[in-house]
């Protein structure tokens, strides 16, 4: 399964069970515009429906990872801006919401600018993988306008409020050190070397229990809404059901009988 061509607003590969979406107008840092986000939730939807993919990595061609909105597009609608902005949005929020729900892991990985809409993106992850010379900046203040893109609810699920009103009103470019001791990103990597240290990171969580993860990333997802006892109950009948799997007794076993294995 491939989306691929030089003029594609996104381009999809998948090879070892890991799927690469990249954001492919490079031309203007990745700005969102229509045609790139429809593009975005087509690729996310094709991943969704393969069985063979295990993790998924969204990333930028070119030097940015993703500048936000695209300020030329939305000036040019003139007076539809208000509509064109709407179905944009909604098309974006499509592709949101299925990476949220979708069975294999998301992983951003993150150079050059991640700003606005291109923030609130990098956060929509399970992981963020950011190079050294990433920067995170939120870019709404200075427009007068509010966070797009799922930016507030991930924000406040990553960091609290306090935290998220500091990075959305204060308007401040982290740093990927900053951002990953904000609690943005989850690891930051060399950027001489940056492509290859995300696709090995991707690799390794493919080798994961693949129904393990999912119900996993279902439960931490859950945790922030949940009420405490209910999720005691969600939580303890997931592992009851996982528990009982030949793999997963197999792997108790296994590590019984390494443990009783006179060490040396």
Known sequence: ??????????????????????????????????SLV?????????????????????????????????LA??????????????????????????????????????????????????????????ADDATFWPSYA????????????????LLGVRKAMQLFLMEEKLSAAEAQSFGLVSRVVPADGFDTACRGFAERMATLDAEAVQRTRVLLRAAARANY??????????FVQLVQRPVTRHAIEAYVAASREPRT
């Open 73 to 130: 597009y939305f000036h040019g609608q003139g007076d539809k801006l208000g509509p064109s902005v709407d179905s944009l949005l909604r098309t974006l929020h499509v592709a949101l919401l299925r990476l949220t729900a979708m069975a294999p892991l998301c992983i951003t990985c993150v150079h050059g600018a991640a700003a606005g809409a291109g923030l609130s993106l990098a956060m929509a992850a399970d992981f963020c993988i950011a």
């Open 229 to 238: 006892a209910d999720h005691l109950e969600i939580e303890s009948g997931t």
């Open 38 to 70: 429809h593009a975005l939730a087509e690729a996310v939807q094709q991943v969704e429906i393969d069985p063979s993919v295990r993790v998924l990595m969204i990333r930028g061609a070119g030097a940015a990872f993703c500048s936000g909105g695209d």
């Open 142 to 157: 200075r427009l007068g306008v509010t966070p797009d893109g799922g930016g507030t609810f991930n924000a406040v699920r």
């Open 1 to 34: 399964m491939t989306m691929q061509g030089p003029s594609r607003p996104v381009l999809l590969a998948v090879e070892g069970g890991v799927a690469t979406i990249t954001l492919n107008r490079p031309q203007r840092r990745n700005a969102l515009d229509f």
